[in-house]
């Protein structure tokens, strides 16, 4: 199997392809080829000795789609109830034939001993993480392919549930989470319940951005699935900067067009735009413009996003959308209190005799400890950036009303207040020196 696929990956007559030269191709490049890894290559390429000739000739480079399809599925039972290091083979084995051509599942979804055995994979001791990834890729490609038969029908998702919770608990392989959500996800219906079990987004949100492709692929693949809906809004903040991270990392096309149009969905609502403003996402998807794309609509896809984001930056970051919280007499943490907003917006603040500043003092006499720690940053970051900013603040009193805040009962609120106090004191030399210390 695998001597095919690198001959049709390499364009070499299969003559010339031997199981061994296959070997040393996947032992010298430990990186995916296609869906193959090099520990799928060492399984199909060993099997187990021992084993029936009907499941061995499952790595055969013959047709393996007709090699399965003559199993019967108490031979396949007996290979999930068989040693690791069966099970592990036929599992490898099934998920490839299963990934070459999906009619295959026609064979598992029709005995629900098949589903019963692969979930019992998942909590058997003697299992490996790689194994039950391959185990959680058949049990949800299984539930993908019969959805009425989980849920769909009924409208009772437990099952869904369940094995979700089984295929988050950390003991199945990163890529084989994320393989097995990707087929849970896939399912409209599915997602409510998938994401009901709190271990979902985890595992989608702890993925390094520096992970191979493959992972980064499923990952947000996922992200793109669930972006149409509210399912990620909570997380928000995490979901953005994951994105750009891994826009600043990866360079894989596929990767970066899913992630792309992940992008593209989630700044039509309004607490993720936010959250991919205030991450500075736009940043990630202008320098992709100057990379090399073999698909040349990538690059008109890059620019159009980026203008989309741009838009979307103006809007959420501007002086007007500051007055606007301003109003509300609560500040809330974002883009909007950050450094960057203060060193592009600060010489627009002086607009009706600096009304903004104005109203931003009256917020000092809050009782809400979040405003106030804002209201403090704040005024400081106008009387350090703004010429005019020590004699604004002096003409207002503001420093009169923040000082008696350094004895405020919250911690981060006295903080706060004393750091918006040096800031009005102090020039930006001797802050410069205060920083360096």
Same mark, same amino acid.
């Given at each position: 199997l695998l001597s095919f696929r690198l001959a049709q990956a390499f364009r070499f007559p299969l003559f010339l392809v031997s199981s061994h030269f296959a070997s040393a191709v996947m032992t010298m490049v430990d990186v995916p080829l296609g869906d193959i890894t090099a520990e799928q290559t060492q399984v199909l390429l060993n099997p187990p000795v021992g084993m029936s000739p009907s499941i061995a000739v499952l790595s055969s480079i013959g047709d393996t789609t007709f090699a399965f399809q003559q199993l019967s599925s108490a031979e396949l039972l007996g290979a999930l109830r068989g040693s690791s290091e069966t099970a592990k083979f036929v599992l490898t084995a099934v998920v490839e034939c299963c990934r070459e051509d999906s009619e295959n599942y026609s064979k598992l979804t029709a005995d629900d001993d098949i589903f019963t055995h692969l979930k019992s994979v998942l909590i058997r001791g003697d299992i490996d993480p790689f194994t039950k990834g391959k185990a959680a890729y058949l049990l949800t490609g299984i539930m993908s392919h019969a959805p009425g038969k989980y849920g769909e029908d009924t409208n009772d998702?437990?099952?869904?549930?369940?094995?979700?919770?089984?295929?988050?608990?950390?003991?199945?392989?990163?890529?084989?989470?994320?393989?097995?959500?990707?087929?849970?996800?896939?399912?409209?219906?599915?997602?409510?319940?998938? #994401?009901?079990?709190?271990?979902?987004?985890?595992?989608?949100?702890?993925?390094?951005?520096?992970?191979?492709?493959?992972?980064?692929?499923?990952?947000?693949?996922?992200?793109?699935?669930?972006?149409?809906?509210?399912?990620?809004?909570?997380?928000?903040?995490?979901?953005?900067?994951?994105?750009?991270?891994?826009?600043?990392?990866?360079?894989?096309?596929?990767?970066?067009r899913v992630a792309l149009m992940a992008l593209r969905n989630l700044i039509k609502d309004e607490t993720m735009v936010l959250a991919v403003v205030e991450a500075g996402v736009l940043e990630s998807v202008r320098t992709l413009e100057y990379e090399k794309w073999r698909d040349a609509e990538m690059y008109a896809e890059i620019k159009d996003l980026?203008?989309?984001?741009?838009?979307?930056?103006?809007?959420?970051?501007?002086?007007?959308?500051?007055?606007?919280?301003?109003?509300?007499?609560?500040?809330?943490?974002?883009?909007?209190?950050?450094?960057?907003?203060?060193?592009?917006?600060?010489?627009?603040?002086?607009?009706?005799?600096?009304?903004?500043?104005?109203? #931003?003092?009256?917020?000092?006499?809050?009782?809400?400890?979040?405003?106030?720690?804002?209201?403090?940053?704040?005024?400081?970051?106008?009387?350090?950036?703004?010429?005019?900013?020590?004699?604004?603040?002096?003409?207002?009193?503001?420093?009169?009303?923040?000082?008696?805040?350094?004895?405020?009962?919250?911690?981060?609120?006295?903080?706060?207040?004393?750091?918006?106090?040096?800031?009005?004191?102090?020039?930006?030399?001797?802050?410069?020196?205060?920083?360096?210390?």
């Open positions: 998702f437990s099952v869904v549930g369940a094995v979700t919770q089984s295929l988050t608990n950390g003991n199945t392989s990163t890529l084989g989470q994320l393989e097995g959500l990707c087929n849970l996800l896939k399912i409209p219906t599915f997602r409510e319940a998938v #994401l009901d079990q709190p271990g979902t987004l985890h595992v989608l949100l702890s993925v390094n951005a520096n992970s191979a492709s493959q992972t980064l692929y499923r990952a947000v693949f996922c992200l793109w699935l669930l972006s149409g809906g509210s399912g990620l809004t909570a997380s928000a903040r995490r979901v953005a900067e994951l994105l750009k991270a891994i826009l600043a990392s990866c360079r894989s096309e596929k990767v970066v980026a203008a989309c984001l741009a838009s979307e930056q103006s809007t959420h970051s501007s002086v007007a959308a500051y007055e606007k919280e301003l109003e509300s007499n609560e500040l809330v943490p974002g883009y909007l209190h950050s450094e960057r907003f203060w060193l592009d917006n600060v010489g627009k603040f002086d607009k009706d005799d600096f009304g903004p500043i104005r109203k #931003l003092t009256t917020l000092l006499g809050s009782s809400n400890p979040t405003t106030l720690c804002l209201a403090c940053s704040d005024l400081g970051e106008f009387a350090r950036l703004h010429p005019l900013g020590k004699s604004v603040i002096g003409k207002l009193h503001a420093k009169a009303m923040v000082m008696p805040l350094m004895g405020h009962s919250d911690r981060q609120v006295a903080r706060e207040a004393l750091l918006c106090v040096q800031k009005m004191m102090l020039n930006q030399s001797s802050l410069n020196k205060m920083e360096a210390k």
